[in-house]
Protein backbone atom coordinates (compact mmCIF):
# COMPACT_ATOMS: atom_id res chain seq x y z
CA UNK A 1 0.00 0.00 0.00
CA UNK A 2 2.55 2.39 0.96
CA UNK A 3 4.43 1.19 -2.42
CA UNK A 4 1.60 2.41 -4.14
CA UNK A 5 0.92 5.53 -2.76
CA UNK A 6 4.60 6.07 -3.37
CA UNK A 7 4.22 5.67 -6.97
CA UNK A 8 0.81 7.76 -6.98
CA UNK A 9 2.48 10.63 -5.27
CA UNK A 10 5.05 10.56 -7.82
CA UNK A 11 3.24 10.75 -10.97
CA UNK A 12 1.00 13.73 -9.35
CA UNK A 13 3.75 15.39 -8.90
CA UNK A 14 5.60 15.10 -12.47
CA UNK A 15 2.22 15.57 -14.31
CA UNK A 16 2.07 18.74 -11.81
CA UNK A 17 5.42 19.84 -13.38
CA UNK A 18 4.72 19.02 -16.97
CA UNK A 19 1.46 21.02 -16.54
CA UNK A 20 3.92 23.65 -15.23
CA UNK A 21 6.30 23.60 -17.93
CA UNK A 22 3.39 23.63 -20.42
CA UNK A 23 1.77 26.14 -18.85
CA UNK A 24 4.61 28.42 -19.16
CA UNK A 25 5.64 27.42 -22.62
CA UNK A 26 1.87 27.80 -23.66
CA UNK A 27 1.23 31.74 -23.00
CA UNK A 28 -1.63 31.39 -23.75
CA UNK A 29 -3.92 33.77 -26.55
CA UNK A 30 -6.13 36.48 -26.84
CA UNK A 31 -7.25 38.97 -29.85
CA UNK A 32 -7.43 42.40 -31.18
CA UNK A 33 -9.89 44.46 -32.85
CA UNK A 34 -10.46 47.89 -33.57
CA UNK A 35 -10.93 50.98 -36.24
CA UNK A 36 -9.51 53.14 -38.07
CA UNK A 37 -11.05 56.49 -39.08
CA UNK A 38 -10.94 59.93 -40.22
CA UNK A 39 -11.90 63.23 -39.30
CA UNK A 40 -14.08 64.46 -36.56
CA UNK A 41 -16.88 62.48 -38.72
CA UNK A 42 -15.39 59.07 -38.00
CA UNK A 43 -15.43 58.26 -41.61
CA UNK A 44 -13.86 54.86 -42.55
CA UNK A 45 -10.95 55.06 -44.54
CA UNK A 46 -11.23 53.61 -47.64
CA UNK A 47 -9.40 50.61 -49.59
CA UNK A 48 -7.23 52.01 -52.00
CA UNK A 49 -6.96 50.09 -55.44
CA UNK A 50 -3.02 50.30 -55.05
CA UNK A 51 -1.97 49.77 -51.42
CA UNK A 52 -4.93 48.16 -48.83
CA UNK A 53 -4.30 49.94 -45.14
CA UNK A 54 -3.20 46.77 -42.96
CA UNK A 55 -2.52 46.75 -39.17
CA UNK A 56 0.34 44.51 -38.17
CA UNK A 57 1.59 43.63 -34.48
CA UNK A 58 5.44 43.08 -33.72
CA UNK A 59 5.65 40.89 -30.32
CA UNK A 60 8.06 42.18 -27.37
CA UNK A 61 9.93 39.38 -25.85
CA UNK A 62 8.38 36.70 -27.30
CA UNK A 63 10.33 33.79 -28.83
CA UNK A 64 9.83 33.84 -32.48
CA UNK A 65 9.26 30.54 -32.21
CA UNK A 66 5.98 30.89 -30.61
CA UNK A 67 4.77 33.43 -32.94
CA UNK A 68 2.08 32.52 -35.33
CA UNK A 69 3.37 34.82 -38.26
CA UNK A 70 0.12 34.65 -40.02
CA UNK A 71 -1.65 35.66 -37.36
CA UNK A 72 0.23 38.78 -37.36
CA UNK A 73 -1.36 41.58 -39.45
CA UNK A 74 -4.99 41.90 -40.56
CA UNK A 75 -6.54 43.83 -43.57
CA UNK A 76 -9.00 46.91 -42.81
CA UNK A 77 -12.15 46.33 -44.39
CA UNK A 78 -14.41 48.87 -46.16
CA UNK A 79 -15.84 50.21 -42.78
CA UNK A 80 -12.15 50.53 -41.36
CA UNK A 81 -12.70 47.21 -39.02
CA UNK A 82 -10.05 45.00 -38.69
CA UNK A 83 -9.53 41.58 -35.95
CA UNK A 84 -6.38 39.30 -35.40
CA UNK A 85 -6.88 36.77 -33.28
CA UNK A 86 -4.45 33.93 -31.60
CA UNK A 87 -2.22 36.53 -30.21
CA UNK A 88 0.60 34.84 -28.12
CA UNK A 89 -0.50 37.04 -24.51
CA UNK A 90 2.44 39.66 -23.14
CA UNK A 91 3.38 43.42 -24.82
CA UNK A 92 2.57 44.06 -28.68
CA UNK A 93 3.58 47.27 -30.73
CA UNK A 94 0.52 48.04 -33.34
CA UNK A 95 1.41 49.28 -36.47
CA UNK A 96 -0.85 50.86 -38.70
CA UNK A 97 0.46 50.85 -42.13
CA UNK A 98 -1.38 52.99 -44.99
CA UNK A 99 -0.42 55.02 -47.71
CA UNK A 100 -1.35 58.29 -45.46
CA UNK A 101 1.19 59.56 -43.40
CA UNK A 102 2.15 57.17 -40.65
CA UNK A 103 1.09 57.30 -36.73
CA UNK A 104 3.04 55.84 -34.09
CA UNK A 105 2.99 52.37 -33.01
CA UNK A 106 1.23 52.09 -30.09
CA UNK A 107 2.05 49.83 -27.08
CA UNK A 108 -0.35 47.59 -25.75
CA UNK A 109 -0.41 44.17 -23.24
CA UNK A 110 -2.17 41.26 -24.61
CA UNK A 111 -4.24 39.29 -21.30
CA UNK A 112 -4.92 35.18 -22.67
CA UNK A 113 -8.38 34.67 -23.57
CA UNK A 114 -9.23 38.58 -23.50
CA UNK A 115 -9.70 40.83 -27.01
CA UNK A 116 -8.41 43.93 -26.66
CA UNK A 117 -10.05 46.85 -28.41
CA UNK A 118 -7.86 49.60 -30.02
CA UNK A 119 -9.17 52.36 -32.72
CA UNK A 120 -6.94 54.61 -34.63
CA UNK A 121 -8.30 58.13 -35.40
CA UNK A 122 -6.31 59.73 -37.86
CA UNK A 123 -6.35 63.57 -38.31
CA UNK A 124 -8.96 64.04 -35.58
CA UNK A 125 -9.02 68.18 -35.93
CA UNK A 126 -9.61 67.50 -39.69
CA UNK A 127 -13.69 67.71 -40.93
CA UNK A 128 -14.13 65.49 -43.10
CA UNK A 129 -12.43 62.19 -44.86
CA UNK A 130 -9.23 61.45 -46.98
CA UNK A 131 -9.44 64.27 -49.46
CA UNK A 132 -10.08 66.68 -46.26
CA UNK A 133 -7.16 65.08 -44.54
CA UNK A 134 -5.01 65.39 -48.06
CA UNK A 135 -5.80 69.01 -48.13
CA UNK A 136 -5.15 69.59 -45.55
CA UNK A 137 -1.61 68.33 -45.32
CA UNK A 138 -1.11 69.85 -48.64
CA UNK A 139 -1.71 73.31 -46.96
CA UNK A 140 1.04 72.41 -44.40
CA UNK A 141 3.29 71.04 -47.11
CA UNK A 142 2.49 74.35 -49.17
CA UNK A 143 3.68 76.93 -46.12
CA UNK A 144 7.13 74.33 -44.82
CA UNK A 145 7.89 74.86 -48.75
CA UNK A 146 7.23 78.63 -49.41
CA UNK A 147 9.15 79.46 -46.20
CA UNK A 148 12.24 77.42 -47.26
CA UNK A 149 11.75 79.08 -51.03
CA UNK A 150 11.16 75.73 -52.27
CA UNK A 151 7.05 76.02 -53.69
CA UNK A 152 6.31 74.57 -56.71
CA UNK A 153 3.30 73.66 -58.47
CA UNK A 154 1.51 70.11 -57.57
CA UNK A 155 0.04 67.98 -60.52
CA UNK A 156 -1.38 64.69 -59.69
CA UNK A 157 0.26 61.48 -60.74
CA UNK A 158 -0.78 59.25 -63.96
CA UNK A 159 -2.23 62.12 -66.16
CA UNK A 160 -0.64 61.54 -69.88
CA UNK A 161 -2.51 64.95 -70.89
CA UNK A 162 0.83 66.08 -69.44
CA UNK A 163 3.14 67.55 -71.63
CA UNK A 164 6.90 67.49 -70.79
CA UNK A 165 6.65 71.01 -70.05
CA UNK A 166 7.33 71.50 -66.31
CA UNK A 167 6.83 75.04 -65.50
CA UNK A 168 3.34 76.39 -64.17
CA UNK A 169 2.46 79.12 -66.81
CA UNK A 170 0.91 81.40 -64.90
CA UNK A 171 3.22 81.19 -61.68
CA UNK A 172 6.51 80.63 -63.24
CA UNK A 173 6.75 77.74 -60.46
CA UNK A 174 7.91 74.28 -61.52
CA UNK A 175 5.67 71.58 -61.58
CA UNK A 176 6.46 68.44 -59.44
CA UNK A 177 4.09 65.03 -59.23
CA UNK A 178 2.63 63.34 -56.11
CA UNK A 179 2.13 59.85 -56.22
CA UNK A 180 1.23 56.32 -54.23
CA UNK A 181 -1.07 58.07 -51.79
CA UNK A 182 -5.20 57.02 -52.33
CA UNK A 183 -6.47 59.42 -55.38
CA UNK A 184 -9.11 60.84 -52.89
CA UNK A 185 -6.11 61.77 -50.51
CA UNK A 186 -3.90 62.81 -53.66
CA UNK A 187 -6.86 65.05 -54.53
CA UNK A 188 -7.13 67.14 -51.78
CA UNK A 189 -3.35 67.16 -51.00
CA UNK A 190 -2.86 68.82 -54.82
CA UNK A 191 -5.98 71.31 -54.34
CA UNK A 192 -4.72 71.88 -50.35
CA UNK A 193 -1.50 72.78 -51.63
CA UNK A 194 -2.01 74.56 -54.58
CA UNK A 195 -4.67 76.63 -53.56
CA UNK A 196 -2.05 77.72 -50.66
CA UNK A 197 0.38 78.36 -52.88
CA UNK A 198 -1.84 80.43 -54.76
CA UNK A 199 -2.91 82.72 -52.24
CA UNK A 200 0.81 83.39 -50.36
CA UNK A 201 1.69 84.45 -54.25
CA UNK A 202 -1.12 87.40 -53.88
CA UNK A 203 0.33 88.17 -50.52
CA UNK A 204 3.79 88.11 -51.20
CA UNK A 205 4.12 88.79 -55.18
CA UNK A 206 5.98 85.74 -56.92
CA UNK A 207 9.25 84.67 -55.18
CA UNK A 208 12.42 85.80 -56.88
CA UNK A 209 13.19 82.15 -58.36
CA UNK A 210 9.99 81.90 -60.37
CA UNK A 211 10.45 81.25 -64.18
CA UNK A 212 7.67 83.39 -65.41
CA UNK A 213 9.76 86.10 -67.72
CA UNK A 214 11.15 83.55 -69.42
CA UNK A 215 8.00 80.97 -70.19
CA UNK A 216 8.11 81.94 -73.03
CA UNK A 217 11.68 80.41 -73.83
CA UNK A 218 11.03 77.00 -72.19
CA UNK A 219 7.71 76.65 -73.94
CA UNK A 220 9.79 76.96 -77.09
CA UNK A 221 13.18 75.65 -76.22
CA UNK A 222 13.63 74.96 -80.18
CA UNK A 223 13.24 78.59 -81.22
CA UNK A 224 15.87 79.79 -78.45
CA UNK A 225 18.27 77.48 -79.24
CA UNK A 226 19.06 77.80 -82.68
CA UNK A 227 18.44 81.90 -82.20
CA UNK A 228 21.34 81.54 -80.14
CA UNK A 229 23.61 79.33 -82.08
CA UNK A 230 22.70 82.11 -85.15
CA UNK A 231 24.34 84.37 -82.95
CA UNK A 232 27.23 81.74 -82.25
CA UNK A 233 26.38 81.53 -78.12
CA UNK A 234 26.33 77.65 -78.32
CA UNK A 235 28.97 76.27 -76.64
CA UNK A 236 29.94 72.34 -76.55
CA UNK A 237 30.65 70.26 -73.04
CA UNK A 238 32.31 66.86 -73.90
CA UNK A 239 32.05 63.40 -72.46
CA UNK A 240 34.98 63.24 -69.82
CA UNK A 241 35.81 66.67 -71.39
CA UNK A 242 37.17 69.73 -69.60
CA UNK A 243 34.88 71.81 -67.98
CA UNK A 244 32.33 74.26 -69.12
CA UNK A 245 32.11 77.24 -67.26
CA UNK A 246 29.12 79.62 -67.43
CA UNK A 247 28.89 83.29 -68.78
CA UNK A 248 29.13 84.79 -64.67
CA UNK A 249 32.37 81.88 -64.19
CA UNK A 250 29.09 80.83 -61.09
CA UNK A 251 29.17 77.05 -62.52
CA UNK A 252 30.61 74.73 -64.69
CA UNK A 253 29.23 71.87 -66.38
CA UNK A 254 31.26 68.04 -66.33
CA UNK A 255 29.96 65.89 -69.06
CA UNK A 256 29.93 61.97 -68.16
CA UNK A 257 27.04 61.02 -70.59
CA UNK A 258 24.92 63.89 -69.70
CA UNK A 259 25.82 67.81 -68.23
CA UNK A 260 26.10 67.46 -65.11
CA UNK A 261 26.48 70.70 -62.93
CA UNK A 262 28.38 71.66 -60.35
CA UNK A 263 29.49 74.99 -57.98
CA UNK A 264 32.70 76.76 -59.58
CA UNK A 265 35.87 77.17 -57.92
CA UNK A 266 37.68 79.54 -59.29
CA UNK A 267 41.48 78.57 -57.95
CA UNK A 268 41.19 75.04 -59.08
CA UNK A 269 40.45 75.21 -62.29
CA UNK A 270 43.43 75.30 -64.06
CA UNK A 271 43.82 71.45 -62.46
CA UNK A 272 41.22 70.91 -65.34
CA UNK A 273 42.98 69.03 -68.52
CA UNK A 274 41.25 68.00 -71.83
CA UNK A 275 40.37 64.92 -72.28
CA UNK A 276 41.26 61.60 -74.57
CA UNK A 277 37.59 60.47 -75.45
CA UNK A 278 35.55 62.88 -77.19
CA UNK A 279 33.11 59.94 -78.14
CA UNK A 280 29.37 62.10 -76.83
CA UNK A 281 28.92 65.37 -76.63
CA UNK A 282 26.08 67.47 -75.55
CA UNK A 283 25.46 71.30 -77.10
CA UNK A 284 24.90 73.76 -74.72
CA UNK A 285 23.28 77.16 -74.58
CA UNK A 286 22.82 79.51 -71.25
CA UNK A 287 19.41 80.88 -70.33
CA UNK A 288 19.20 84.45 -70.20
CA UNK A 289 21.07 86.69 -67.59
CA UNK A 290 19.87 85.96 -64.02
CA UNK A 291 17.11 82.97 -65.34
CA UNK A 292 19.63 80.07 -63.75
CA UNK A 293 19.08 77.37 -66.28
CA UNK A 294 20.97 76.43 -69.63
CA UNK A 295 19.68 74.27 -72.56
CA UNK A 296 21.38 71.55 -73.75
CA UNK A 297 20.64 69.45 -77.21
CA UNK A 298 21.51 66.33 -77.69
CA UNK A 299 21.37 63.24 -80.37
CA UNK A 300 19.34 60.42 -79.74
CA UNK A 301 19.21 57.00 -81.02
CA UNK A 302 15.76 55.47 -80.54
CA UNK A 303 14.73 51.56 -80.79
CA UNK A 304 13.25 52.13 -84.23
CA UNK A 305 16.86 53.19 -85.85
CA UNK A 306 15.93 56.95 -86.09
CA UNK A 307 17.67 59.49 -84.83
CA UNK A 308 15.90 62.44 -82.41
CA UNK A 309 17.39 65.35 -81.44
CA UNK A 310 16.29 66.65 -78.15
CA UNK A 311 16.43 70.03 -76.73
CA UNK A 312 15.76 70.07 -72.63
CA UNK A 313 16.40 73.31 -70.15
CA UNK A 314 18.05 72.02 -67.03
CA UNK A 315 18.05 74.44 -63.80
CA UNK A 316 21.49 75.12 -62.43
CA UNK A 317 20.74 74.94 -59.02
CA UNK A 318 19.50 71.61 -58.54
CA UNK A 319 19.79 69.68 -62.20
CA UNK A 320 16.05 69.53 -62.04
CA UNK A 321 14.32 69.17 -65.98
CA UNK A 322 12.10 72.47 -66.35
CA UNK A 323 10.83 71.49 -70.02
CA UNK A 324 11.65 69.08 -73.18
CA UNK A 325 11.18 68.63 -76.59
CA UNK A 326 12.28 66.36 -79.45
CA UNK A 327 12.16 66.49 -82.76
CA UNK A 328 13.46 63.36 -85.67
CA UNK A 329 16.23 64.18 -87.05
CA UNK A 330 16.38 61.31 -89.77
CA UNK A 331 13.48 60.64 -91.53
CA UNK A 332 15.26 57.95 -93.78
CA UNK A 333 13.23 54.98 -92.30
CA UNK A 334 15.00 51.20 -92.28
CA UNK A 335 12.38 49.39 -94.68
CA UNK A 336 10.39 46.65 -92.48
CA UNK A 337 11.42 43.86 -95.43
CA UNK A 338 9.26 40.31 -95.16
CA UNK A 339 12.77 39.35 -96.01
CA UNK A 340 13.86 39.38 -92.83
CA UNK A 341 14.99 35.35 -92.93
CA UNK A 342 17.72 36.75 -95.87
CA UNK A 343 20.46 37.15 -92.95
CA UNK A 344 24.02 38.07 -93.08
CA UNK A 345 26.45 38.23 -89.46
CA UNK A 346 28.82 40.35 -88.18
CA UNK A 347 32.14 39.79 -86.65
CA UNK A 348 35.35 41.49 -85.57
CA UNK A 349 37.56 41.94 -82.50
CA UNK A 350 37.83 44.76 -79.60
CA UNK A 351 41.15 46.28 -78.38
CA UNK A 352 42.74 48.70 -76.20
CA UNK A 353 45.60 50.51 -77.17
CA UNK A 354 48.61 50.74 -79.33
CA UNK A 355 49.24 47.44 -78.46
CA UNK A 356 45.90 45.83 -79.13
CA UNK A 357 45.16 44.50 -75.90
CA UNK A 358 42.30 42.21 -75.85
CA UNK A 359 38.97 43.46 -74.22
CA UNK A 360 37.21 40.56 -72.52
CA UNK A 361 33.21 40.52 -71.85
CA UNK A 362 32.71 44.28 -73.88
CA UNK A 363 29.02 44.29 -75.23
CA UNK A 364 28.02 44.49 -78.70
CA UNK A 365 24.46 45.64 -79.88
CA UNK A 366 23.06 45.46 -83.59
CA UNK A 367 19.94 47.50 -84.34
CA UNK A 368 17.36 47.22 -86.94
CA UNK A 369 13.95 49.12 -87.42
CA UNK A 370 13.36 45.79 -89.81
CA UNK A 371 13.78 43.87 -86.66
CA UNK A 372 15.32 40.23 -86.16
CA UNK A 373 13.25 37.28 -85.78
CA UNK A 374 14.26 34.97 -82.95
CA UNK A 375 12.38 31.62 -82.12
CA UNK A 376 9.51 33.34 -84.46
CA UNK A 377 8.98 36.59 -82.39
CA UNK A 378 10.18 39.89 -83.97
CA UNK A 379 12.56 41.42 -81.36
CA UNK A 380 14.90 44.65 -81.90
CA UNK A 381 18.20 44.28 -81.51
CA UNK A 382 20.48 40.94 -81.31
CA UNK A 383 23.72 40.92 -78.71
CA UNK A 384 26.69 39.12 -78.08
CA UNK A 385 30.00 39.40 -75.98
CA UNK A 386 33.14 39.31 -76.63
CA UNK A 387 35.53 36.10 -75.61
CA UNK A 388 39.20 36.38 -73.99
CA UNK A 389 40.42 37.32 -77.10
CA UNK A 390 38.01 39.96 -77.81
CA UNK A 391 36.54 38.41 -80.47
CA UNK A 392 32.62 38.37 -80.94
CA UNK A 393 30.32 37.03 -83.78
CA UNK A 394 26.71 37.79 -84.22
CA UNK A 395 24.69 35.39 -86.34
CA UNK A 396 21.27 35.94 -88.06
CA UNK A 397 21.25 39.81 -88.64
CA UNK A 398 18.42 41.12 -91.48
CA UNK A 399 20.48 42.05 -94.35
CA UNK A 400 19.92 46.26 -94.79
CA UNK A 401 20.99 49.32 -93.01
CA UNK A 402 21.74 48.34 -89.01
CA UNK A 403 23.54 50.08 -86.11
CA UNK A 404 25.94 48.93 -84.21
CA UNK A 405 27.58 49.65 -80.74
CA UNK A 406 30.07 48.21 -78.55
CA UNK A 407 29.11 48.94 -74.94
CA UNK A 408 32.26 48.28 -72.09
CA UNK A 409 33.52 50.13 -69.06
CA UNK A 410 34.99 52.30 -71.75
CA UNK A 411 33.34 55.48 -73.58
CA UNK A 412 30.36 53.98 -76.26
CA UNK A 413 31.42 53.67 -79.84
CA UNK A 414 28.77 53.34 -82.77
CA UNK A 415 28.58 52.60 -86.46
CA UNK A 416 26.24 52.86 -89.31
CA UNK A 417 26.76 49.88 -91.63
CA UNK A 418 25.14 47.87 -94.57
CA UNK A 419 24.98 44.39 -94.66
CA UNK A 420 24.07 42.32 -97.36
CA UNK A 421 22.84 38.72 -98.16
CA UNK A 422 24.66 35.92 -96.62
CA UNK A 423 27.81 38.14 -96.15
CA UNK A 424 29.86 38.30 -93.13
CA UNK A 425 30.54 41.64 -92.36
CA UNK A 426 34.03 41.88 -90.51
CA UNK A 427 34.11 44.98 -87.74
CA UNK A 428 36.88 45.40 -85.14
CA UNK A 429 36.66 48.43 -82.32
CA UNK A 430 39.93 49.85 -80.94
CA UNK A 431 39.51 51.70 -77.82
CA UNK A 432 41.62 54.36 -76.89
CA UNK A 433 44.19 53.71 -79.24
CA UNK A 434 46.11 56.97 -78.01
CA UNK A 435 47.43 54.58 -75.08
CA UNK A 436 50.45 52.75 -74.83
CA UNK A 437 48.93 49.70 -72.60
CA UNK A 438 46.19 47.53 -71.88
CA UNK A 439 43.47 48.08 -69.60
CA UNK A 440 45.24 49.12 -66.49
CA UNK A 441 47.31 51.88 -68.11
CA UNK A 442 43.67 52.95 -69.05
CA UNK A 443 42.33 52.79 -65.64
CA UNK A 444 45.95 54.73 -64.67
CA UNK A 445 45.30 57.80 -66.46
CA UNK A 446 41.07 57.26 -66.34
CA UNK A 447 42.08 57.58 -62.19
CA UNK A 448 43.92 60.55 -62.68
CA UNK A 449 41.38 62.46 -64.65
CA UNK A 450 38.49 61.67 -62.17
CA UNK A 451 40.78 62.68 -59.47
CA UNK A 452 41.51 66.00 -61.01
CA UNK A 453 37.79 66.64 -61.27
CA UNK A 454 36.67 65.75 -57.99
CA UNK A 455 39.36 67.55 -57.14
CA UNK A 456 37.67 71.01 -58.21
CA UNK A 457 34.09 69.96 -57.30
CA UNK A 458 35.35 69.68 -53.75
CA UNK A 459 33.90 66.25 -53.34
CA UNK A 460 37.19 63.85 -53.42
CA UNK A 461 36.80 60.12 -51.45
CA UNK A 462 38.92 57.73 -51.19
CA UNK A 463 39.02 54.37 -52.96
CA UNK A 464 40.52 52.15 -50.33
CA UNK A 465 38.59 52.29 -48.01
CA UNK A 466 40.91 52.28 -44.83
CA UNK A 467 38.15 52.88 -42.23
CA UNK A 468 38.92 52.50 -38.49
CA UNK A 469 35.41 50.96 -38.14
CA UNK A 470 32.29 49.51 -40.06
CA UNK A 471 29.99 52.00 -38.03
CA UNK A 472 32.08 54.93 -39.90
CA UNK A 473 32.06 55.87 -43.48
CA UNK A 474 35.15 58.26 -44.02
CA UNK A 475 38.94 56.54 -44.26
CA UNK A 476 40.86 57.42 -41.21
CA UNK A 477 43.61 58.92 -43.28
CA UNK A 478 41.72 62.06 -44.68
CA UNK A 479 38.72 61.85 -43.06
CA UNK A 480 36.86 61.11 -46.78
CA UNK A 481 34.05 59.57 -48.17
CA UNK A 482 34.84 55.62 -49.10
CA UNK A 483 33.73 54.66 -52.50
CA UNK A 484 33.89 51.35 -53.77
CA UNK A 485 34.52 51.17 -57.71
CA UNK A 486 33.55 47.63 -57.93
CA UNK A 487 35.28 44.76 -59.78
CA UNK A 488 33.66 44.55 -63.02
CA UNK A 489 37.55 44.64 -64.69
CA UNK A 490 40.49 43.69 -62.54
CA UNK A 491 42.86 45.14 -64.49
CA UNK A 492 41.02 48.33 -65.34
CA UNK A 493 40.04 48.71 -61.54
CA UNK A 494 43.26 48.58 -60.28
CA UNK A 495 44.61 50.88 -62.23
CA UNK A 496 41.83 53.65 -61.86
CA UNK A 497 42.35 53.02 -57.90
CA UNK A 498 46.10 53.63 -58.33
CA UNK A 499 45.67 56.63 -60.76
CA UNK A 500 43.03 58.04 -58.81
CA UNK A 501 44.55 57.64 -55.45
CA UNK A 502 48.26 59.03 -56.54
CA UNK A 503 46.59 62.18 -57.54
CA UNK A 504 44.43 62.82 -54.47
CA UNK A 505 47.62 62.12 -52.38
CA UNK A 506 49.36 64.39 -53.89
CA UNK A 507 46.77 67.31 -53.88
CA UNK A 508 46.50 67.15 -50.70
CA UNK A 509 50.58 66.78 -49.90
CA UNK A 510 50.38 70.14 -52.44
CA UNK A 511 47.22 71.98 -50.89
CA UNK A 512 46.21 70.49 -48.01
CA UNK A 513 42.85 68.92 -46.86
CA UNK A 514 40.19 69.28 -49.27
CA UNK A 515 36.91 70.89 -48.31
CA UNK A 516 35.13 67.94 -47.40
CA UNK A 517 37.79 66.44 -45.13
CA UNK A 518 36.33 65.47 -41.99
CA UNK A 519 39.99 64.17 -40.66
CA UNK A 520 39.61 66.93 -37.53
CA UNK A 521 36.48 65.74 -36.17
CA UNK A 522 36.76 61.99 -36.55
CA UNK A 523 37.10 61.50 -32.86
CA UNK A 524 33.34 62.74 -32.62
CA UNK A 525 32.13 61.17 -35.41
CA UNK A 526 33.65 57.43 -34.22
CA UNK A 527 31.85 58.27 -30.73
CA UNK A 528 28.56 59.95 -31.37
CA UNK A 529 26.49 59.17 -28.12
CA UNK A 530 29.02 61.11 -26.36
CA UNK A 531 28.87 64.44 -28.30
CA UNK A 532 25.14 64.06 -28.64
CA UNK A 533 24.27 64.15 -24.66
CA UNK A 534 27.41 66.36 -23.79
CA UNK A 535 25.35 68.87 -26.47
CA UNK A 536 22.42 68.07 -24.84
CA UNK A 537 23.67 68.92 -21.05
CA UNK A 538 25.01 71.78 -22.52
CA UNK A 539 22.01 73.17 -24.08
CA UNK A 540 23.06 73.12 -27.54
CA UNK A 541 20.64 71.10 -29.60
CA UNK A 542 17.89 72.04 -32.03
CA UNK A 543 14.55 70.67 -32.84
CA UNK A 544 12.41 70.55 -35.99
CA UNK A 545 9.37 69.79 -36.27
CA UNK A 546 7.46 68.18 -39.48
CA UNK A 547 5.62 70.78 -41.34
CA UNK A 548 7.31 73.65 -39.02
CA UNK A 549 10.06 76.39 -39.86
CA UNK A 550 13.15 74.98 -41.54
CA UNK A 551 15.99 75.11 -39.29
CA UNK A 552 19.20 76.65 -39.97
CA UNK A 553 22.60 75.99 -38.92
CA UNK A 554 24.58 78.05 -36.63
CA UNK A 555 26.55 79.29 -39.63
CA UNK A 556 23.79 80.39 -41.67
CA UNK A 557 25.50 77.74 -44.47
CA UNK A 558 22.14 75.29 -44.93
CA UNK A 559 18.74 74.39 -43.26
CA UNK A 560 16.59 71.61 -42.73
CA UNK A 561 13.40 70.79 -43.37
CA UNK A 562 11.32 67.73 -42.34
CA UNK A 563 8.46 67.60 -44.81
CA UNK A 564 5.60 65.40 -45.28
CA UNK A 565 7.81 62.04 -46.43
CA UNK A 566 9.35 62.10 -43.00
CA UNK A 567 12.62 62.75 -44.01
CA UNK A 568 14.61 65.84 -42.59
CA UNK A 569 16.57 66.94 -46.19
CA UNK A 570 19.15 69.55 -45.88
CA UNK A 571 19.15 73.05 -48.51
CA UNK A 572 22.37 75.28 -49.27
CA UNK A 573 21.35 78.98 -47.12
CA UNK A 574 22.48 80.55 -50.25
CA UNK A 575 19.79 79.14 -52.54
CA UNK A 576 16.94 79.61 -49.91
CA UNK A 577 15.24 82.42 -49.20
CA UNK A 578 13.14 81.82 -46.18
CA UNK A 579 10.41 83.72 -45.54
CA UNK A 580 8.77 83.71 -41.61
CA UNK A 581 4.56 82.54 -42.32
CA UNK A 582 2.45 81.52 -38.92
CA UNK A 583 1.75 78.24 -39.09
CA UNK A 584 -1.65 77.06 -39.19
CA UNK A 585 -1.85 73.69 -38.38
CA UNK A 586 -0.25 71.85 -35.48
CA UNK A 587 3.36 70.08 -36.12
CA UNK A 588 2.90 66.30 -35.56
CA UNK A 589 6.24 64.66 -35.26
CA UNK A 590 9.53 66.27 -34.45
CA UNK A 591 13.81 65.40 -34.45
CA UNK A 592 16.53 66.74 -32.13
CA UNK A 593 19.37 67.96 -34.12
CA UNK A 594 23.04 68.66 -32.98
CA UNK A 595 24.98 70.19 -34.67
CA UNK A 596 29.01 69.91 -35.48
CA UNK A 597 31.92 72.58 -34.06
CA UNK A 598 32.07 75.46 -35.90
CA UNK A 599 33.36 74.69 -39.58
CA UNK A 600 33.00 70.75 -39.46
CA UNK A 601 29.62 70.98 -41.72
CA UNK A 602 27.62 67.81 -40.23
CA UNK A 603 25.01 67.37 -37.73
CA UNK A 604 24.06 64.35 -35.23
CA UNK A 605 20.09 63.00 -35.52
CA UNK A 606 18.53 61.40 -32.90
CA UNK A 607 16.26 58.92 -33.57
CA UNK A 608 12.83 59.42 -32.50
CA UNK A 609 11.29 57.90 -29.62
CA UNK A 610 8.33 55.59 -31.42
CA UNK A 611 10.86 54.14 -33.71
CA UNK A 612 13.74 53.76 -30.24
CA UNK A 613 9.90 51.94 -29.40
CA UNK A 614 9.68 49.63 -32.57
CA UNK A 615 13.48 48.88 -33.31
CA UNK A 616 13.96 48.44 -29.43
CA UNK A 617 17.30 50.59 -29.71
CA UNK A 618 18.71 54.37 -29.84
CA UNK A 619 20.41 55.49 -32.87
CA UNK A 620 22.66 58.59 -33.47
CA UNK A 621 23.21 59.50 -36.84
CA UNK A 622 25.69 61.83 -37.92
CA UNK A 623 25.01 63.49 -42.05
CA UNK A 624 26.99 65.68 -44.56
CA UNK A 625 25.97 69.40 -45.06
CA UNK A 626 26.72 69.29 -48.92
CA UNK A 627 26.24 65.54 -50.00
CA UNK A 628 23.37 64.60 -46.99
CA UNK A 629 25.51 61.44 -46.87
CA UNK A 630 25.38 59.44 -43.48
CA UNK A 631 29.21 59.14 -42.22
CA UNK A 632 28.67 57.30 -39.53
CA UNK A 633 26.27 55.81 -37.06
CA UNK A 634 25.92 54.29 -33.61
CA UNK A 635 23.02 52.07 -32.01
CA UNK A 636 22.61 51.37 -28.60
CA UNK A 637 19.64 49.05 -26.83
CA UNK A 638 17.12 52.08 -25.87
CA UNK A 639 15.82 51.36 -21.75
Excluded at 155 to 162: E, G, P
Excluded at 201 to 230: D, H, T
Excluded at 387 to 411: A, N
Excluded at 475 to 501: H, Q, V
Aim: charged fraction near 25%.
Amino acid sequence: MQFILKVVSILIVTFGLCAKQSASKDRGVGALVGRVTIGVDSLPISLDVFSTPEIYIEHLGVPWTEVNDENSWSAIDSMGYFRIDSIPAGMILVILESCLPATHPKKIEIIADSIVELNFSLASNVEGGEESFGRDYGKREALQMWNMGLATIRQRSFRLDIPYYLVDSVTGLSQSFIQDYPWMFENGFVDGYNAEIVRFVELFGLPSYSRKPWVSILSNLKEYFEKQAKAGMVDTVWNDGPALFSPDSSYFLLCDGAPIPYRARLYRKELIEDDFFREGFSEIVWGPRGAHFYVAKYFDLVRTGYRNITYIAQDRDDWQPLSKESYEADTTSLSDSDTAFTIGSIEGVVTIGRNRVPVFEARLYVKSAAGFYSSGKKVQWLSEYTDSSGYYRIDSVPVGKVIIECKSFLPLQERKLVLLQDMALRQDFALAPEFTGGLFEYGLELGRKFGKREWMSDTPWDVLGNNKSSSIYLDSAYGLPITDLGKANIGRSRGLERGYSSVIDSLIEAVGLPLNSKKPWLNIIGNLKTYFEAQVTLGQTDTIWQFGEPLVSPDSAICLRFGIYRDIISYRRENVELKTVAPFYPTLEYRVIAWGPENSRFYIEKSPEWKQLLDGEVTYTAFDFDESTILSKESYEAK
